[in-house]
């Protein structure tokens, strides 16, 4: 595929545009961090508890749907629409998550949230590869991944601040400043950009359907996975078929599971994410209840992790770097191995292990950022212009459902540990079935094959 190179008329405008994109990416990870932080105040504040797991549900279920509608109006229309109205409706939903008055109102605002954090997620990376050159590409990678590593490490103390002095509506209106000053940067360059749209690109409305097939899907097993009884067998059965019958037509044309290049990636992308983040679901309660640490201590470990994903995204982008694209997945993919073995080790000794599980959870992060920035470049580089977006969506898709599975298969293990009282097989089944599922990840990043390392060869 031939390289696609910025415009002259781009070029005046790259850098305020760049500042906006990063700040974009920074009011959605602040969000994302500090409403894990503010949710629990938020429950005691409107009620309805039964309806806590569904306040980050809501969101993901809607960023699916939206990751696939941005990436057909992005390879239709090009990515300036998309951004636009991701921005606006992610500002709506914000408004009406910190206006909600009740708990159902809020899984309303959080909807809304997922709708536009998903297309701005997705018209974010059509923007860079229609803007930047590949070397250009790789450096905002780790821009992107600071700052997204960036809130980790403020957004929980300041949603905790912000909740105690004000009160939860608080962390929310927090994030519209940020929204503004970075539509601001945005909007101005992203009209000035030679972005025409794609009409011979043909509109498939019927891809929307898939797309809500694998929502609702993804819904049905994260249901199952709640409790153990006879109903959860159903819900899964109907959450499998659904996933059978949607995902299919929203993958690359040619797709298969154990297939070569695009397709692996995309299979590397949901296994190792996926492992990564079932993982980091019930970390920081195991160390809690298992270690016996303080929340601000199994806190700081999870940031531990973070500095280890923020070098590895680093490593990733440097000239220097003599490993081929796919051999940095590869390198990745295995380090992400080794830290969840590592980690899975610890639970199954717990009281004994804590440095491993520490050593384990760097390892992990480190992985996550060589491979994450990766598999992004990657489907830049192996995809058409006319096929960019669709390509895209296909990753954040195959991402997205890795990560509501691996949180599923982790609740359902950790759930038959609770009912046995048996809290070593609770955490150490969990973080097992992690590290195999991130196994998989890397068997697939062996199938790639050669893709040239644009940051290392010019």
């Known amino acids: 595929m031939q390289d696609r190179q910025p415009s002259a008329a781009a070029a005046p405008s790259r850098r305020g545009l760049t500042v906006g994109l990063l700040l974009s990416v920074v009011a959605i990870a602040f969000e994302a961090m500090a409403v894990v932080t503010a949710m629990p105040a938020a429950a005691a504040d409107l009620g309805d508890l ?16 939206a990751i696939v509608a941005a990436g057909q109006f992005s390879d239709r229309l090009g990515p300036r629409l998309p951004m636009v109205v991701g ?64 809130p980790s490490f403020v957004g929980p103390p300041l949603a905790a601040w912000l909740t105690s002095v004000l ?16 539509g601001a940067l945005i909007f101005a360059p992203l009209r ?32 199952a996975g709640q409790s153990i009884e006879l109903w959860s067998l159903v819900w899964l059965g109907v959450g499998l078929v659904l996933l059978w019958r949607g995902l299919p037509p929203l993958l690359p044309q040619g797709f298969r599971p154990a297939g070569r290049g695009l397709a692996a990636v995309i299979v590397v992308r949901a296994f190792t994410a996926g492992a990564f983040a079932g993982g980091q679901t019930f970390l920081p309660l195991m160390f809690v209840r298992a270690e016996g640490l303080s929340l601000g201590w199994a806190g700081a470990i999870i ?44 639970a199954w000794l717990p009281g004994r292990l804590l440095a491993v599980a520490v050593i384990g959870w760097v390892f992990a992060g480190l992985g996550m950022g060589l491979s994450l ?55 150490g089944a969990p973080l097992t079935a992690m590290a195999l599922i991130s196994a998989l990840g ?12 644009f940051s290392a060869s010019r």
């Open 50 to 65: 039964d309806l806590y797991a569904w306040t980050f549900s809501a969101f993901m279920l809607a960023q699916t749907f």
């Open 87 to 150: 921005f606006l409706v992610f500002a709506v939903g914000i408004v009406i998550s910190a206006s909600a008055p009740t708990m159902p109102l809020l899984l309303v605002g959080r909807f809304v949230q997922g709708l536009g954090g998903g297309t701005m997620n997705l018209a974010v990376m059509v923007l860079v590869a229609r803007v930047f050159d590949e070397r250009e590409r790789a450096v905002l990678m780790t821009g992107f991944s600071a700052a997204w590593m960036g």
């Open 167 to 182: 009160s939860w509506h608080w962390v929310f209106w927090s994030v519209l400043p940020l929204m503004a000053v970075a």
């Open 192 to 223: 000035a950009l030679d972005l025409p749209p794609q009409p011979d690109v043909p509109a498939a409305p019927v891809q929307l359907v898939w797309a809500g097939l694998v929502a609702a899907g993804a819904a049905s097993l994260q249901v």
């Open 303 to 346: 940031t531990i992790g973070s500095c280890g994903w923020m070098a590895g995204a680093w490593l990733q982008s440097r000239p220097w770097l003599v490993l081929r694209r796919d051999q940095i997945i590869v390198v990745g993919t295995a380090s992400v191995l080794l830290g969840l073995v590592l980690v899975s080790v610890s």
């Open 373 to 427: 920035a990766s598999t992004s470049l990657v489907v830049m580089q192996l995809s058409a212009t006319l096929e960019l977006g669709r390509n895209t969506s296909s990753l954040q898709v195959g991402e997205a459902l890795g990560n509501s599975i691996g949180a599923g298969i982790a609740g359902t293990l950790f759930a038959l540990g609770l009912a046995q009282s048996n809290q070593v097989f609770g955490f």
């Open 442 to 453: 890397l068997a697939a990043s062996l199938r790639i094959g050669a893709v040239e390392n």
